[in-house]
């Protein structure tokens, strides 16, 4: 009964990943900067930070408790509404193509190399940009930062 119990209990320790929709009223409600995680589903490092990075429960509570969190596929084909714009798909090929938002968050240096973290104040500016990937240990010091 104890072991299913230590299951259970680590089960409930999911990351909330919050809609670029409901950023904006939420701010009203709690100021809070917001991690917006920008990724691809062929991007194995971005797969890897999913699978190790974001199930380390340390994490999941510091990103749950101090940060709005937004899980971004820069492939995202739907309108996404944010900050009184709509951001569209862009297609750049056969089935391939990027979301305008996710080249407004993740373009550093003219560029956009997966995965990237864009880190917004309360205000939805960017503060802060990184785009590689980041083990446990690091992605701990990045929140450090970023929550200041």
Not at 7 to 36: H, M, R
Not at 61 to 73: G, P, T, V
Not at 89 to 107: C, D, F, K, M, W
Request: charged share 20%; with cysteine; glycine share 4%.
């Amino acid at each position: 009964m104890i072991f299913f119990l230590g299951i259970t209990s680590t089960g409930f320790c999911q990351l909330k990943s919050t809609p670029f929709e409901a950023i904006d009223s939420l701010q009203q409600i709690q100021k809070k900067n917001v991690i917006v995680f920008i990724h691809t589903d062929w991007c194995q490092f971005c797969q890897r930070m999913k699978s190790t990075t974001f199930n380390n429960h340390e994490i999941i509570d510091k990103l749950n408790s101090d940060f709005y969190f937004i899980d971004l596929n820069a492939e995202e084909k739907r309108d996404i509404s944010f900050n009184n714009q709509i951001f569209k798909y862009r297609p750049s090929g056969n089935n391939v193509g990027i979301n305008e938002l996710a080249v407004q968050l993740g373009t550093i240096n003219k560029q956009i190399a997966y995965p990237v973290l864009c880190v917004l104040n309360a205000n939805s500016e960017i503060i802060l940009q990184y785009n590689s990937y980041l083990n446990e240990a690091d992605f701990k010091l990045f929140l450090e930062i970023a929550k200041e």
